[in-house]
């Protein structure tokens, strides 16, 4: 395939991605900053070696299919490095875009170099920046990080230097961001990635491992969920059943803080029933229904019972969990949600707004969002003599009640 297929592929699996999505259909925008953006990119290429409008295209294809998000922010990740990168100004961006996508262009702009090193200093200011601009519109954080998973993914490109660093900024400030938003999917991917660049030697034995318990922890999913699914069919329910592998870098967190060996570590395995229903004023007693179920063939763990169902954790994040003792004698964690829910645990924010557009929603989780800008906000407000310790602020607000169990 040659490289003006691959840029066309890219450029229509995008298209057909927004065209699937509830958004309004403003593709003739969409196609405008496509163009755009490639003419200004005209003939500069990543480190990589591939022509570099594949960067705002992989950037656009994250905020569109993995985040959700509609024209407005797919342009602004097709733009985002136009004005870093080329001649032309911000002014230009918005005489052509218009205000709002050159306010989150802008937003997305003003941290683009790293937080740490000589220059932490000003890219403490420019982090200050970006958090004002996303008080007032969060797309701004959201495509920021879009850009910062599309580069983690690429990072094998870079100098070792370079992926270190990157890889320890990611840690500090981007993996809170992402996890303080419910985006628990894309904190994930970040962690492992991050992980896998700052601890190589622990993150290859730590996928090796399970590389090796793999089968055997399918043999346990199965033998412990069928019996499950059997009930549920029998009770007419629409769902289905997921296997979650605890993530290398959670593995690797809970040894360090537990001073335990890898073998040590029991909660490997969790059961995720996500189910469909079709009023949203039945999802809590469903939860309720299904825990009913299983517990009636699993002895529950007295303690480890976690109701997020009534009230939601800062970042949207709604479930019922358990813990049941399988007939192999170990614990497992089971997770029962709504497929509402579920996509809410792993796009956080981007989703309620699909779900509220569509009539659905709560404003729980907004609320908690904007309780949560406010205290930006007043950080921002108080200022930091410091760099490193305004950074280390952030980062305490944005674990501040927000992580779901693992």
Not at 47 to 61: K, R
Not at 310 to 319: D, F, L, M, V, W
Not at 389 to 402: E, G, P, R, V, W
């Amino acid at each position: 395939m040659t490289e003006e297929e691959r840029i066309s592929v890219a450029y229509q699996r995008l298209i057909k991605t927004y065209l699937a999505s509830p958004h309004r259909k403003k593709v003739d925008l969409i196609d405008r900053a496509y163009k755009f953006a490639r003419q200004a990119h005209e003939g500069v290429r990543r480190i990589s070696g591939e022509p570099y409008i594949m960067h705002p295209l992989a950037v656009a294809q994250i905020v569109s299919e993995e985040l959700g998000l509609g024209s407005t922010s797919i342009c602004a990740a097709l733009l985002h490095d136009v004005v870093e990168d080329t001649e032309y100004t911000m002014e230009d961006i918005g005489n052509i875009f218009g205000p709002k996508i050159a306010e989150i262009v802008d937003g997305v702009t003003k941290i683009s170099g790293g937080i740490f090193g000589d220059q932490a200093s000003v890219q403490a200011e420019n982090f200050k920046k970006l958090l004002l601009t996303m008080s007032n519109d969060i797309r701004v954080i959201l495509v920021k990080i879009a850009d910062r998973l599309q580069g983690m993914r690429t990072l094998g490109s870079q100098l070792p230097a370079k992926q270190y660093k990157i890889a320890g900024e990611t840690l500090y400030i981007y993996a809170p961001l992402a996890n303080r938003l419910g985006l628990n999917k894309i904190k994930e991917e970040l962690e492992d990635l991050a992980f896998r660049y700052e601890q190589p030697a622990a993150y290859t034995q730590i996928q090796t491992r399970l590389g090796e318990q793999k089968q055997d922890l399918i043999g346990i999913f199965d033998e412990f969920t069928a019996p499950i699914r059997e009930k549920l069919d029998a009770a007419g329910l629409h769902y289905d059943i997921k296997a979650r592998i605890k993530s290398p870098y959670s593995i690797w967190c809970k040894m360090q803080n537990k001073k335990v060996s890898f073998e040590e570590v029991y909660d490997l395995l969790a059961v995720r029933i996500v189910f469909d229903t079709p009023r949203q004023e039945d999802e809590v007693e469903e939860c309720w229904r299904i825990y009913a179920i299983a517990s009636s063939i699993y002895r529950p763990h007295p303690e480890r019972l976690r109701d997020w169902l009534s009230h939601p954790k800062a970042n949207g994040y709604q479930a019922l969990q358990t813990t049941l003792m399988s007939k192999r004698g170990r614990w497992i964690e089971l997770q029962i949600r709504s497929r509402r829910m579920d996509e809410i645990a792993e796009q956080g924010f981007a989703a309620h707004w699909k779900y509220k557009e569509g009539g659905k929603g709560t404003e729980d989780s907004e609320n908690e969002l904007n309780r949560w800008l406010s205290t930006i906000k007043e950080i921002l407000d108080d200022p930091q003599p410091n760099a490193v310790d305004f950074l280390n602020t952030i980062k305490l607000n944005l674990y501040a009640s927000s992580t779901p169990s693992s």
